[in-house]
Nanobody, 121 residues
Framework: QVQLVESGGGSVQAGGSLKLSCLASGYPVSRIHMAWFRQVAGKEREGVASTDPVGLKSYRESVKYRFTISRDNAKNTLYLQMNSLKPEDTAMYYC???????????????WGQGTQVTVSS
């Protein structure tokens, strides 16, 4: 079982940047598949970015070239660097992990509690 704790959310103006962190415990991030998701109240959770143990990454089309997913194995932490933020990026952001590849599907077994990102126009 992997425990995940997100941080780094907040309120920014459109065009600003935020960097989310997801501290993992119970298993090394270097050996698991991880992803960031987001959810707006009343809507389905959607995949934002994912990465696998060999470093392959995938992104939701709407965040490509603005968001970057990365991991620091020494700190056992997953990151999401978000640049050029837009009001439509406003959501609760969740970190997810699993032992098998899930890509941007919300079928991951392990989830954090989420961190809120609010982008104002």
């Amino acid at each position: 079982q992997v425990q995940l704790v997100e941080s780094g959310g907040g309120s920014v103006q459109a065009g600003g940047s935020l960097k989310l962190s997801c501290l993992a415990s119970g298993y090394p991030v270097s050996r698991i598949h991880m992803a960031w998701f987001r959810q707006v109240a009343g809507k389905e959770r959607e995949g934002v970015a994912s990465t696998d143990p060999v470093g392959l990454k995938s992104y939701r089309e709407s965040v490509k070239y603005r968001f970057t997913i990365s991991r620091d194995n020494a700190k056992n932490t997953l990151y999401l660097q978000m640049n050029s933020l837009k009001p439509e990026d406003t959501a609760m952001y969740y970190c997810a992990a699993d032992s098998i590849w899930r890509g941007l599907s919300p079928r991951y077994k392990n989830w954090g509690q989420g961190t809120q990102v609010t982008v104002s126009s």
